[in-house]
């Protein structure tokens, strides 16, 4: 069976920093590109961050370079997104996913047919 499941989400404070998580069933960790996406109230979902199995490639939207970073965690099955220097607009549910595409970092949720259930992220100012 197919699960990706989120965690670390919460509120914190302009400028605050979080650490989101995504445990993946081993059979799509294995072989499977993974990608965390963001929806705000009102929005469309959006890219946030993407890996490729191996690790070697990473993409990001342009308004969270230099900010967070995503990263396979060696000996798990866990993908993490660290969010630093966090800003109001940041706020969204965020959402792990997996794509077949696992040679690349893809960054179009049509790539991604498995998805978590979504953490929220609050940020105030």
């Known amino acids: 069976q197919v699960r990706l499941v989120e965690s670390g989400g919460g509120s914190v404070q302009t400028g605050g920093s979080l650490r989101l998580s995504c445990a993946a069933s081993e059979r799509i960790f294995d072989s499977y590109a993974m990608g965390w996406f963001r929806q705000a109230p009102g929005k469309e979902r959006e890219i946030v961050a993407a890996?490729?199995?191996?690790?070697?490639?990473?993409n990001y939207a342009d308004s969270v370079k230099g900010r967070f970073a995503i990263s396979r965690v060696s000996g798990t099955s866990t993908v993490s997104l660290q969010m630093n220097n966090l800003k109001p607009e940041d706020t969204a549910v965020y959402y792990c996913?997996?794509?077949?595409?696992?040679?690349?970092?893809?960054?179009?949720?049509?790539?991604?047919?498995?998805w978590g259930q979504g953490t929220h992220v609050t940020v105030s100012s």
């Open positions: 890996i490729s199995w191996s690790g070697d490639s990473t």
């Open positions: 996913a997996a794509s077949a595409l696992h040679g690349t970092a893809a960054t179009s949720k049509r790539f991604y047919p498995y």
